[in-house]
């Protein structure tokens, strides 16, 4: 076992698990995006970056894919996370304004704006679908082209893909394939309207209670 | 070929070589690096050996053809043996008389001389040309000594010794040692101790190791790694060779980009010839150690360059980058530990092993030893490939090797080390180049590019051109590389269009910043340099394009004006006639020019002869 300290909390880890799993564990929240359990992480989204001190020097490290070290201090929401964060994040939101799961982190980091121009992709290129069809699935039917601006997510060739079983794994996996938001109103503004819900079960249940994926609806709030 | 099995078996075929070549006899040495074959070398190649074949002279004048001399401005360049009389811009009809008059009487011919614009003093002599005179050479030293195609060539000069040395007298921990000593760096940019990542990758766990020599220099006006994989490939395999026995690999790569054919020529004619003397294949030396090279061709992406992706393209894989939280000489190439250095670092262990590493530490700065490569460009004078000692300042390389300013304008910036290096103002031209004043400069050693701009650079337009080309070069996979540097790029965008807002350079430093800290590879670590560097010292610049809705530099064409100076027209009409937008009127004596039509291409401004065009 590993000795660590996140967020000035004294931790033990698993050599050669990372600091996402350790901090999971122990139940501080670091959002992700292209990480799941069950895939090798990626470490594309940034969203899971979080401020490393070895003693040595602080560095910025994607928690999915930092093993944890003896010693080491890591800051999960320190000023400098939450800052670079929260712009990866409107980088994001600018490309897929319509995005729920985008729009729900939105809410949940207080951000109520986006600064750029406004675009009207889907895929925020995660890789999700793809490491699943190659790694669970058996099957590797899709796969990166392109580069940079040009990247996207397609069969070789664009061509119904032989191997294609039909599966719907992609889909299942896939963080922004729902019900799209529809509380953008004008460009550049986001609806937060999460963000001001008040869910039913909190009156019935109180926050002890809530079965759901905590949308932290009910912590925002009481905190403002 | 015999294979050669010992040290004393090389010293007697290097001595044998030595006696066969006769050094006092005359002999031409033409440059046939890329910039002078663009120049026409090959021509003049050819009719020196047609002039001296069709005057009978076959056997006494021996003609060679080198690498990359450096001064790529004055290409072809030509040097005459035994007495080194260096002709610059030369012509294949300045063959004959060169022949006649040169390698016959000994006499210098005038006109192909290098002048010095500077004093008007003519030099006969390679080395004091004002451009060579201030350099410090070792890696390129024999570039423009030897045939890259022959071995021979190289055996002469001493090559392949220091791998005998290294191989029959001193062991792996010796030479880490002496690598670790002399203080090299990573020249490919990096600058992490050469020394150190050996250690580490002799020490890491498994059997079986690769090195792997970096040669896909992708940064737009940087040519050091070609000139050297052209013109000196043997040195680079030299190192690579000793590199794998200290550190236990018996396999190596080179990866090299596809669009340098030459080098990827030469490169392969190396290791051929390298092979049949026995310094490639098993049991080199006699010593049992067993090492070979292959050749990777890159496809032209310059996101290979950085290691991990560059090991992801050697597997066969999409040349994506990965954290290196788990460096590569401990999982590198198919999870083996890997060595990477880049061709310039390969190419100066060699010198080291042969001259000590007090040798090489006796020159540099306290932290950065040995000597930087650049490709000097832009408006100076003399463009062409430079090594100086570590912690030369900026001001000696632009201005006593690149000879100043083109057309005597003034100096405004100076970018290093390729597009995601920073832009280094005038106020600054006293730094000293090593990797860490460069980096505390906002700029960084990179590749060695060295671009030069004049006060008619408008600063915010080179941040847009080079973020133009990073966002087309970023592969692609993490957030803020490809998001954040295409946001940027719109941003730079508006604002030379005149149509920034005050808010936006605010954005412009958070976005810069943020995509520092969260990218995942050196790509995007480093492409906010440029904007990062000219917000910090060419603020002003921005300023005038977002709030007075003007360009300083009259670059930006949105925000420009082109006007005739009433005093100075003559009414010659010069303009009027290649004006492609019929925009000039010549009512009257002198002309207009119509604001509504004018496309600001600047031809008429090029075409005055009298300068009474003007842009604001």
Redesign the interface.
């Known amino acids: 076992m590993v000795t660590l300290t996140i967020n000035g909390t004294k931790v033990q880890a698993e050599e050669g698990s990372t600091i996402l799993e350790a901090a999971k564990f122990y139940g501080f929240d670091i959002p992700t995006l292209c990480y799941h359990d069950d895939l090798t992480p990626y ?4 969203l899971c ?1 979080v401020e490393v001190d070895d003693g040595k020097r602080t560095r ?3 928690s999915c ?3 944890v070290k003896e010693g080491i201090e890591v800051g999960t929401h320190t000023e ?1 996370v939450i ?2 964060r929260k ?2 994040l409107e ?2 939101l ?2 897929c304004p319509n995005s729920k799961t985008l729009q729900d982190l939105a809410s949940k980091m207080g951000l109520e704006k986006v ?3 406004m675009e009207n992709e889907t895929c ?2 995660c890789g999700l679908c793809v490491r699943m069809c190659a790694e669970q699935m058996g099957s590797g039917a899709i796969g ?1 082209v ?6 996207e997510v397609v069969t070789p060739f664009r061509t119904a893909s032989e191997i294609c079983r039909n599966c719907g794994a992609c889909m299942y996996i896939c963080p922004v394939v729902e019900l799209q938001c529809r509380g953008v109103k004008s460009p550049g503004e986001l609806c937060n309207s999460c963000l001001v819900f008040t869910p039913q079960c909190l009156e019935k249940f109180g926050r002890v209670m809530c079965t759901l994926e905590s949308c932290g609806a009910c912590v925002e709030k009481e905190e403002k | 070929m015999k294979k050669i099995e010992s040290a004393q078996q090389l010293d007697a075929l290097r001595n044998s070589l030595l006696q066969q070549r006769d050094v006092k006899k005359p002999s031409v040495r033409v440059c046939l690096g890329t910039g002078c074959r663009a120049r026409g070398s090959l021509d003049v190649l050819k009719s020196f050996k047609d002039e001296i074949q069709s005057q009978g002279l076959k056997i006494s004048v021996g003609i060679k053809q080198t690498g990359c001399h450096g001064f790529c401005e004055r290409g072809p360049v030509i040097v005459i043996g035994p007495k080194e009389i260096f002709y610059q811009s030369v012509k294949p009809r300045d063959v004959p008389e060169i022949v006649s008059e040169t390698l016959l009487k000994g006499k210098i011919v005038d006109r192909l001389l290098y002048v010095d614009p500077a004093t008007g003093q003519k030099t006969s002599c390679e080395h004091e040309v004002p451009f060579y005179k201030k350099q410090t050479r070792r890696i390129l030293a024999n570039n423009g000594r030897i045939d890259p195609t022959d071995i021979l060539d190289y055996i002469a000069i001493g090559g392949y010794q220091a791998l005998a040395k290294a191989i029959t007298t001193m062991s792996c921990a010796e030479i880490i040692d002496t690598v670790e000593k002399s203080g090299l760096r990573g020249l490919g940019g990096g600058g992490f101790p050469t020394g150190r990542k050996w250690r580490s990758c002799r020490e890491a766990a498994g059997d079986v190791k690769f090195v792997i020599g970096n040669g896909d220099e992708g940064d737009p006006g940087a040519f050091s790694d070609r000139s050297l994989m052209e013109a000196n490939p043997h040195s680079i395999l030299e190192g690579m060779i000793i590199g794998a026995y200290a550190i236990g690999a018996n396999q190596g790569y080179l990866y090299v980009r596809a669009e340098y054919p030459l080098a990827l020529e030469h490169l392969q004619v190396a290791i051929d010839q390298a092979r049949e003397y026995g310094f490639l294949g098993n049991n080199i030396f006699g010593s049992g150690f067993d090492f070979d090279i292959r050749i990777n061709r890159g496809g032209g992406a310059f996101v290979c360059g950085e290691s991990s992706a560059l090991v992801a393209s050697i597997e066969g894989k999409v040349g994506e980058p990965r954290a290196k939280y788990i460096h590569t000489v401990e999982r590198g190439l198919w999870n083996r530990p890997t060595n990477l250095n880049n061709v310039k670092t390969w190419a100066s262990v060699p010198l080291i092993i042969k001259n000590g590493a007090e040798w090489y530490a006796k020159i540099g700065t306290e932290k950065s030893k040995g000597t930087a490569v650049f490709s000097l460009v832009g408006k100076v004078n003399n463009t062409g490939l430079v090594e100086v000692s570590m912690g030369t300042p900026l001001k000696t390389m632009i201005y006593d090797i690149g000879g100043g300013i083109l057309e005597g304008k003034k100096f405004k910036a100076v970018q290093t080390g390729g597009p995601s290096g920073g832009c280094i103002p005038e106020k600054m031209l006293d730094l000293p180049v090593d990797f860490d004043r460069l980096t505390e400069a906002g700029s960084m050693m990179g590749s060695g590019g060295m671009i030069v701009m004049d006060e008619d650079t408008c600063m915010v337009d080179v941040a847009r051109y080079f973020l133009d080309f990073l966002q087309y070069e970023s592969c692609g996979k993490c957030v803020p590389c490809r998001e954040g540097i295409k946001r940027m790029l719109e941003i730079i965008t508006d604002i030379t269009a005149g149509q920034g807002k005050e808010e936006d350079l605010e954005l412009l430093q958070e976005l810069a910043e943020t995509i520092k800290d969260f990218s995942l590879c050196g790509l995007g670590l480093t492409a906010p340099n440029t904007v990062l560097s000219t917000l910090k010292y060419f603020r002003d610049e921005y300023e005038a394009h977002v709030r007075d809705k003007k360009c300083p530099a009259g670059v930006c064409k949105d925000l420009i004006e082109y006007f005739i100076l009433e005093d100075k027209c003559t009414g010659c009409g010069a303009c009027l006639k290649l004006c492609p937008q019929q925009a000039i009127d010549a009512y009257g004596l002198t002309h207009t020019i119509d604001p509504t039509k004018c496309i600001r291409c600047g031809i008429c401004r090029d075409a005055c002869p009298f300068e009474a065009i003007i842009v604001k």
């Not at chain 1, 470490?43 to 940034?46: I, S």
């Not at chain 1, 392109?146 to 990247?151: A, E, I, Y």
Request: some cysteine.
């Open positions: 470490g594309a989204c940034r970056m910025m490290v994607a894919l930092y093993p400098r800052k670079g712009l990866v980088l994001l600018a490309r600064r750029f121009k925020i290129l990166f392109g580069r940079g601006q040009k990247r």
